[in-house]
């Protein structure tokens, strides 16, 4: 079963546009990561937030954590067509192991 | 560092028959972790191996089965296939630092089964 939903499951936008995608879990976590993933294709990392960690940057990409809430946020700043993608994020579900439960993701679709 | 490897990229098989994956980690890392992804399922977990021990496995038959090597190369192995295994299968890697660390995930093996 999957840990998380994501939200919007789909979402279309013109280039240079911002992009926020959420995501909800459902148990205690050590830390959530973020993967996009083209058509099929395997999983790229984008970024890993820890438990204790509130927000954390990485080029375009801003992640929010709310433990509180059990939620995370994605946000694509100035997006590109080839951000054209799915994005999942995915959380350990507090097991410490190598073991990834994954949301549905949101197919991100960025027009020239 | 080259990346995770995976082999072969597609598979076609027939109910019935079995199938191997082969999946090859970033050099240094020990554990190995294995995803079947379907359009009705999402990304589902099948097990992790560490140190050639199988340290978690997911809901699966016990049709899914793996192992890793010595030098940490794992493959998974799904006998008397069925049509809902058609999948692509995903191996990840990981340093493990002792906690949940960043996973690498190679390119998939498409598996159709018919």
């Known amino acids: 079963s999957q840990q998380g939903e994501e939200d919007p499951q789909a979402l279309s936008i013109q280039e240079g546009e911002n992009a926020t995608m959420n995501c909800s879990y459902k148990?205690?976590?050590?830390?959530l990561q973020w993967y996009r993933q083209n058509s099929g294709r395997g999983l790229v990392h984008l970024i890993l937030?820890?438990?204790?960690?509130r927000e954390k940057h990485s080029g375009r990409l801003r992640v929010t954590l709310d433990t509180s809430k059990k939620s995370s946020s994605l946000l694509i700043t100035a997006s590109r067509a080839a951000d054209t993608a799915s994005y999942f994020c995915a959380t350990d579900a507090g097991t410490g192991f190598q073991k990834l439960v994954f949301g549905t993701g949101t197919r991100l679709l960025v027009s020239p | 560092k080259a990346g995770v490897t995976q082999t072969p990229r597609y598979l076609i098989k027939t109910r019935g028959q079995q199938v191997t994956l082969s999946c090859s980690p970033i050099?240094?890392?020990?554990?190995v972790s294995w995803y079947q992804q379907t359009p009705g399922q999402g990304l589902q977990f099948l097990f992790e191996?560490?140190?050639?021990?199988?340290?978690n496995k997911g809901n699966f038959p016990g049709r899914f089965s793996g192992r890793q090597f010595s030098n940490s190369r794992s493959e998974m192995n799904v006998s008397t296939l069925e049509l809902g295994d058609s999948a692509l299968y995903l191996c990840a890697s990981s340093l493990e630092t002792g906690g949940s660390d960043t996973q690498y995930f190679g390119p998939g093996t498409r598996l159709t089964v018919l």
């Open positions: 191996y560490f140190s050639e021990t199988q340290r």
């Open positions: 050099s240094g890392h020990r554990s």
């Open positions: 148990t205690s976590i050590n830390n």
């Open positions: 937030i820890r438990s204790n960690e």
